[in-house]
């Protein structure tokens, strides 16, 4: 069973629900708008990794993520700082994303759009049952 690293200080990601950028496009093909015209679309809110990781968890094994696969930050940096030094973009960008926070400014695209809002918590839901599927 694959185990997924997890840094230990807060981590925030900002994730977004098909139904979220199948809106976003709609809104583009029905209405005008200006050209060079910038938006971020994402879910409502960012999410913490750790939230994530443990409702996925309790949704697949019935329990919060074990604490065992927890890591310090050194750990995050120097795999980093190695995958830099033996130049692998794929490593770098690895761990990168599951070790610095990533969030978007999504209040102007939820105002124009009129999009509905939509929260990865519980959103998410889908692709798990998706999954336990297969």
């Known amino acids: 069973m694959n185990r997924f690293p ?5 981590v925030w990601i900002h994730l977004c629900h098909i139904d979220t950028i199948t809106a976003a496009f709609t ?13 971020n679309v994402a879910d409502r809110d960012p999410v913490q990794l750790s939230e994530l990781v443990n409702f996925i968890s309790r949704q697949v094994h019935g329990a919060n993520y074990r604490g065992l696969f927890r890591f310090d930050r050194r750990f ?5 700082w190695l ?9 770098v960008s690895r761990f990168q994303l599951i070790s ?8 102007p695209t939820y105002e124009l759009m009129r999009l509905p809002e ?17």
Do not use: C, H
Not at 30 to 37: A, D, I, Q, V, Y
């Open 6 to 10: 997890l840094i230990d200080k807060r």
């Open 118 to 134: 939509t929260f990865t918590i519980p959103g998410i839901q889908i692709v798990i049952a998706e999954f336990l599927e297969k």
């Open 27 to 39: 809104w583009l093909l029905k209405n005008e708008f200006s050209p060079g015209l910038s938006l």
């Open 76 to 80: 995050f940096r120097m795999g980093e």
């Open 83 to 91: 995958a830099k030094k033996v130049k692998n973009e794929l490593w």
């Open 100 to 107: 610095r926070s990533w969030f978007y400014q999504v209040d």
